[in-house]
């Protein structure tokens, strides 16, 4: 194994916990919030909703724009 | 030895007028973490060469100190659907408005896809929508959503770890490369990973389809 297939390999334990994670939460049997619960969660306020939709803004900016 | 005098209505003329308190409660606003975040992220984007995006965080951390004068306000709720009568009418209309900006998103990642990364137009139109959709989503959700009570601090742990430990794996990865606009084969941050999937027409499309279908998730939520 190589340092580039050890560096994607992080992100996909990574990944593997966020889907783990969710499927927890939504079989409801452990204290494990969904990521949608989450959010509604920190966006109910104006700051944290802004917050949210900023870093989605980002994301777009990030990856297509100047 | 200072002297507190008063007008003939009882107003301390020492104190400030309502734009100077509008002004210095705004700049309270400034404290809060968000905000600070946002100020932060557009200094980085600044000297990082990404001016645009740097303007778009500056105005919207600008924006949220401002309206910090008028309270932390929970975003707006919106009644409950079909809470009235004439909702099978309204359903009619939802379903040709969705119909409609399922078809404008399908046009736009198509005709957006096609533009070459990080060219004027592709940077126009990603900074049209993506300000668009925070405009739409100031004032509260887009529809009637129940607040969820506290979260469970062991569940929300973990996924603040989570996302910290894949925030930290991406930093170190930045850090091995040569420079930062020098991507390493060996050390792939999540851009570099991604770079053969945006740099044909299909995988931009793909990913701008996914980007605006995640932004209208977040507007409704």
Redesign the interface.
């Known amino acids: 194994m190589n340092s580039h297939d050890l560096t994607v390999g992080g992100y996909l334990v990574v990944l593997a916990a966020f889907v783990t994670l969710q499927i927890v939460g939504l079989r409801g049997k452990a204290p494990v919030p969904t990521l949608g619960t989450i959010l509604s969660r920190i966006m109910r306020t104006r700051t944290g909703r802004v917050g949210i939709l900023v870093a989605w803004a980002w994301i777009g900016l990030h990856f297509f724009a100047q | 030895m200072s002297f507190v005098t008063s007008t003939p209505h009882g107003e301390d003329e020492h104190a400030p007028s309502t734009e100077r308190r509008d002004v210095l409660v705004a700049v309270s606003g400034l404290r809060?973490p968000?905000?600070i975040?946002?100020l932060l992220?557009a200094f980085f984007s600044a000297i990082a060469g990404?001016p645009?995006?740097g303007l778009?965080?500056l105005l919207?951390a600008a924006?949220?100190a401002w309206?910090a004068r008028l309270g932390?306000?929970?975003?707006a709720e919106l009644p409950p659907e079909g809470a009235s009568s004439g909702s099978r009418s309204r359903g009619g209309v939802r379903l040709a408005v969705a119909l409609a900006l399922v078809t404008a998103g399908v046009l736009y990642a198509a005709a957006?896809g096609s533009f070459i990364?990080?060219?004027?137009p592709?940077?126009i139109?990603?900074?049209g929508?993506?300000?668009g959709?925070?405009v739409i989503?100031?004032h509260?959700?887009v529809r009637h959503?129940?607040?969820?009570g506290?979260?469970?601090r062991?569940?929300?742990g973990?996924?603040g770890g989570?996302l910290l430990?894949?925030g930290l794996?991406e930093l170190w990865?930045l850090s091995q490369q040569p420079s930062l606009d020098t991507t390493s084969?060996?050390?792939?941050t999540?851009?570099a990973?991604?770079d053969p999937l945006?740099a044909s027409h299909p995988g931009?499309s793909l990913?701008?389809g996914v980007?605006l279908l995640?932004?209208w998730y977040?507007?409704r939520?």
């Open positions: 809060h968000v905000v975040v946002l992220i990404k645009l995006d778009l965080m919207v924006g949220l309206k932390p306000g929970p975003a957006v990364r990080f060219s004027w592709a940077t139109a990603v900074v929508a993506g300000a959709v925070i989503g100031w509260g959700p959503r129940p607040v969820p506290p979260l469970p062991l569940g929300a973990l996924w989570t430990a894949g794996w990865s084969w060996a050390h792939p999540i851009s990973l991604t945006l931009r990913a701008l980007w995640l932004g977040l507007v939520r």
